[in-house]
Each structure stands twice: as C-alpha cells, then as structure tokens.
C-alpha cells in the first residue's frame, strides 16, 4: 500500500527529499517505504532539528566535524549532510562509525552514489575511536545499549561541543538493579520494571552529562506512535568543569537502586571526582567559545 510522505523539512524541497530517501534505501524506487522504514525517516527528521537548533549555534570559523556513533546505514547523516552541505552552506565532515564491516561497506557504497566526500565511515567499536581533532557534534540514534554510554563518554573525554543521543534498549541498568530497592513494589510487575529501568538509564545519562559540565535536555523528539524509544538527550557544553552537584545526584539515585552504569568504567577520572580526562581539545577553542558566550563561566 502507498503511504504519504510528510515532506515538509524546510528547506529541503519535497522533490529533493524524495530523491535522497530514495537513495538511501529508505524509500523504494516507487517511493514506498521499505518494511518499517516509515518511522525511521520520522525519526530521522525529529532527530535531524535537535542537531540543526546547535550547528546554528556554532563557530563558522571552520569544517564542524561530526560524529555519528552506531551509525548503520547512517540514514539521518546522510540527510543532515544534504541539508548542512547543500542548504544551510557549512562545512562540515562526517564519521561514521559502525560495528558491523557490512553496514559500513553499505554507508560507503551510498556516500560514493550521493557524492559525498566528506563522508568517512570506521568499523570499530564507537569508544575505541581516535581522531586528529576532536569531534564537534556526537550523535546516536538507536545505538544499541551500552553503544549508547560509549558515545556519551567519547563525547565528554572529547569535549565535544554538543553530544545528542537517543537511547535504545536499556538493558544494564535493568540487569544491575539492585532487588530490594525501595521501589522494589513497582519492579515486581515486568512492563514497570521495563519503564523505570528506561527512565533511571537515561536519567544516569543526562546526570553524566551534567556532571561533565553539559546543559542537558530530555524531550519526547518523536511521537510515540512512531517509536516507544522516543526520548532524546540534547547536551550542550557550558563549562570545562565538573558539576559536583549532577555528581551528587548520580550517587543518591546509585546508593537507592544500587545499579551498575558502564559510565564509569569508561569515564574513571570524572566518577572519582578527579576532573574531566584530560584531552585535547585546543585551548584556543575553549577560549573562543566563552569569547562568544557559548559556555557559562564556571
Ligand atoms: C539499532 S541500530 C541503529 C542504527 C542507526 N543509528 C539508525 O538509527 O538507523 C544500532 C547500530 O549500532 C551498532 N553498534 C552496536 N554496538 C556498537 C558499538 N559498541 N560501537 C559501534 N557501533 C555499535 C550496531 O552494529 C547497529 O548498526
């Protein structure tokens, strides 16, 4: 059955968008929808504005580089790519990285078709990845579990200017509650053990964030009809300091349910309360960015 499009991304015209969901398989050449791809183009285009509102918000000086973590077929960069390269004007380079060589080969393969260059795609676990500058923008969407965590902690060890996530399944937490919690009543039934694990995961995340020194928000980006992984974290750096106080928090929620976080094996040096890893984003950077009020004087 043919199903509408919703085509109204400005400024990407209607024609332009159908083109490049085609290319990258989201739509068929008729341009229906493959099986379930529906809802990832809603996504994808929810995702696509929260990434938009901080590429405004950022230095023209330069390429931004941009990450994307447990990219898959990386069909939300390669419609941001059409939109930042061919719209809004600004340069900018792409990684994707991707655990599966297959999925990687496939991003490659449809970068070549679209002509994207500044497209580079790794098949490599998302934490392991180094780079010569340090990313600007670090997105996921839908990296599974804790690929999720590992793209928050390359993120903050990185300095990334802004780090956006929308988790998937949120099984370490749920695994490492502790059984007598004093919620322990609402774990008992299996739908609202589901949903606090979701809620507690993704509130260690935003709490990480913060204590690295982000301003963190959590929206519903998409409709639940689309996705019941709808909830994304929008952070954006304020300050080269560690927040105690998100600190605190994260260890008032831990001595109560008593979970693991995979966090804090990746970011030692921030859970100690030693400070943030000490990496290499340049000073100048740094400086430049509170030159134009882009992070908070701690
Ligand atoms: C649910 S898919 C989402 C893909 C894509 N972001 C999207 O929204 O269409 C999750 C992807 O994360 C990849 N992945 C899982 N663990 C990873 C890790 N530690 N590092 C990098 N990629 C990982 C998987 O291979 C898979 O392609």
Known sequence: MRQEIDLSLPPVTPQEMRDLLRAVRITRENGTFYWEREKKYHEILAFLTHLLVLERDMKRDRALL????????????????????????????????????????????????????????????????????????????????????????????HRAMAVVVAPCCQREVKRTLDARHPLSGIGHFHVFKERLAVMLTDAIRALTLEAAGYGVKVVEFVPAKHTPKNILLRARRRTYRPTPAALDAYRSLQATFGFRSSLETYLPELFDGKGLPDIDRDEQDIQDEKNQGLSCPS
């Open 66 to 157: 941009l990450l994307d973590g447990g990219c898959g077929k990386s069909y939300l960069s390669f419609v941001l790519n059409h939109v930042l390269t061919g719209k809004v004007k600004r340069p900018v380079h792409f990684i994707g990285v991707d655990a599966d060589p297959a999925i990687i080969q496939t991003c490659e393969g449809i970068a070549r078709d679209l002509g994207f260059r500044n497209m580079e795609f790794r098949v490599g676990r998302a934490l392991d990845q180094r780079f010569e500058s340090p990313p600007d923008i670090v997105y996921a969407l839908h990296a599974c579990d804790t690929a999720t965590d590992e793209i928050i902690a390359l993120g903050i060890r």
